[in-house]
């Protein structure tokens, strides 16, 4: 299905794309830092429809087609001084844009899948909307602990700097990041990783958006407790080679979540190369499976449907005018 357009409120509108049968158990995929709803390769989704799921992906607010805030990014040594006076919004406000979007599209309660920062805003939305979440699967993210998922000090200047406004430049530079903090015991999709980092400049290339993000994230700071609170069956899947969320953040976040299964891929970093698809997508689909049989035995509280409120917005098949995607900032 081509892009769509959905407004979940607060003047926020969120591009989304669907793949798969809508009768079908959704599974909503949550992207991280800076990263379009692209990097959920089309193929990747495909694989995961075929094994019985309604996919749904999106952009977060300031990244690709959804709306992009204003007000200058955080600075260097804001960032390094974890200065929550520089963020716009916080993890909270994301995951809220993720309950919209389930609601509005009548599609709660979803298996929810996220990867890095995707993977926390996966996470608040279990633990803040509970009913919206059938399943989640938390992927190479963590609890926000400084004693947990630490980045090593190497992948420190790559991932700080700046994207560049130009196309080949911002393509070279991609690629260097993922040199930095992909997987090195596995097989590198260099071709993916160029036709991907192509196809998110064509769609967008704000580079204060993702500066934006990670101010959010620190803003948030240590979620451990509110993890606690999470009900839904819950996957953590992490790579033993991620130089960026170390592979403690994965084995803190298991901790933290009651009942958390901990999944470890040998080699992988803080990607999703093609060599680690079918271990993925199969845990994936098995921990969907899985919670859907426990709920419909009664083995877990049972998550009722949810319908989107009056006020929240409808889905549009036609994308809103420039001034949508331009909102004012949004107060955490």
């Not at 608040?124 to 909307?129: D, E």
């Not at 993925?280 to 998550?303: C, K, M, V, W, Y």
């Amino acid at each position: 299905m081509s892009e769509q357009f959905c407004d979940v409120g607060r003047g926020i509108t969120l591009c989304y794309e669907t793949f798969g049968d809508p009768s079908d158990p959704t599974a909503l995929l949550v992207m991280g830092l800076g990263t379009q709803m692209v990097a959920w390769q089309e193929d990747f989704c495909q694989r995961l429809a075929a094994d019985g799921l309604h996919v749904v992906r999106f952009d977060n607010r300031d990244i690709g087609r959804s709306t992009h805030l204003q007000g200058r990014p955080p600075t260097i040594p804001q960032l390094l001084l974890r200065s929550k006076r520089a963020a716009r919004y916080t993890l909270a406000d994301m995951a809220d844009d993720a309950a919209g979007l389930l609601r509005a599209l009548e599609l709660a309660p979803a298996h929810v899948i996220g990867a890095s920062m995707g993977g926390m805003i996966a996470q608040t939305l279990a633990a803040r909307h509970p009913r919206s979440v059938r399943s989640l699967v938390s992927i190479m993210s963590s609890t926000g602990s400084l004693r947990s998922g630490q980045p090593s000090l190497r992948v420190y200047a790559t991932f700080l700097r700046r994207p560049p406004r130009e196309r080949d430049a911002y393509v070279a530079h991609m690629e260097r990041l993922f040199t930095a903090i992909g997987s090195r015991g596995l097989p590198r999709d260099l071709d993916d990783i160029r036709a991907l980092a192509r196809m998110s400049y064509e769609r967008d290339h704000d580079p204060d958006g993702p500066g934006r993000q990670l101010a959010a994230i620190l803003a948030s700071g240590d979620r451990t407790a509110e993890l606690r609170r999470i009900t839904a069956p819950t996957l953590v899947i992490h790579g033993t080679a991620d130089p960026l969320v170390s592979p403690s953040g994965g084995r803190a976040t298991a901790r933290a979540i009651p009942a958390a299964e901990l999944m470890t891929i040998a080699g992988m970093g803080h990607d999703l190369p093609r060599a680690v698809w079918p271990r993925l997508i199969d845990a994936i689909s098995e921990h969907a499976r899985t919670a859907g049989a426990r709920g419909e035995n009664g083995l877990s509280p049972q998550t009722p449907p949810l319908f989107g409120p009056a006020g929240i917005g409808a889905p549009a098949s036609v994308a809103p005018p420039e001034s949508a995607l331009r909102s004012p900032a949004v107060s955490p």
